[in-house]
């Protein structure tokens, strides 16, 4: 079993929809869990942490937890085109080492 | 606030051949290094994070080294290139447990 994974994709959604992205980690100790955006030959840029079961608003993302399911997922409203990237979920484990998910493409369309 | 640089941006290297890569940070003080590498369409696999200036920890062993001889300069090798080498080589970070990542190095080995 893949440390944290993520539906690779790709995920499609008509400009203005919400787009949901799902994570799921395998290390019940997690306590920390970061959501990451790459556009294609660029770098990871972080989005948002969460630290705390519930959810997470900044702007037009919110990231939910639940760690009882260990599970993380990040919702986009109002989805543009401009969003169209790579998700990475990364997940701090026992060891204090951030593991990352394979990313889930998604693609906004107009 | 702080800024990291990689360089280069892109190099093409014959199989065989040495590597340098380099990345330095910039208005920090005693950050944790990262190097990562994503080949195409693939997650992140942590290489190597340090803590401080000689402490390097592998996580993958291979034939790619690691060396931080400044508090904020982080330098990836190696003696002789493989074609699996090839990807883009990302260093990151981190004070307190968030990684920021830097523009990346794309290397291609032929």
């Known amino acids: 079993q893949k440390e944290v994974e993520q539906n690779s994709g790709p995920l499609s959604v008509p400009e203005g929809a919400i787009a949901s992205l799902n994570c799921t980690y395998s290390?019940?100790?997690?306590?920390?869990f970061f959501w990451y955006r790459q556009y294609s030959g660029k770098s990871p840029e972080l989005i948002m942490s969460?630290?705390?079961?519930g959810d997470k608003e900044d702007g037009r993302f919110t990231a939910q937890l639940n760690k009882a399911s260990q599970y993380v997922s990040l919702l986009i409203r109002d989805s543009q085109p401009s969003d169209s990237a790579t998700y990475l979920c990364a997940v701090i484990g026992n060891n204090n080492d951030m593991r990352f998910g394979a990313g889930t493409r998604l693609t906004v369309k107009p | 606030s702080q800024t990291i640089h990689q360089w280069p941006a892109t190099l093409v290297q014959p199989v065989g051949s040495p590597l340098s890569l380099e990345c330095t940070v910039e208005?920090?003080?005693?950050?944790?290094l990262y190097w990562y590498r994503q080949a195409a369409g693939r997650g992140l696999q942590l290489l190597f994070y340090?803590?401080?200036?000689?402490?390097i920890s592998s996580e993958v062993p291979q034939n790619l080294s690691a060396s931080r001889p400044q508090d904020r300069q982080f330098i990836l090798s190696s003696k002789k290139l493989l074609l699996s080498d090839s990807g883009f080589y990302l260093c990151?970070?981190?004070?307190?447990?968030?990684?920021?990542f830097g523009p990346g190095t794309r290397l291609l080995v032929l």
């Open positions: 290390d019940r100790v997690s306590q920390s």
């Open positions: 208005g920090t003080s005693n950050p944790n």
């Open positions: 969460i630290y705390s079961n």
């Open positions: 990151a970070w981190s004070v307190m447990e968030t990684q920021y």
């Open positions: 340090s803590v401080g200036i000689g402490q």
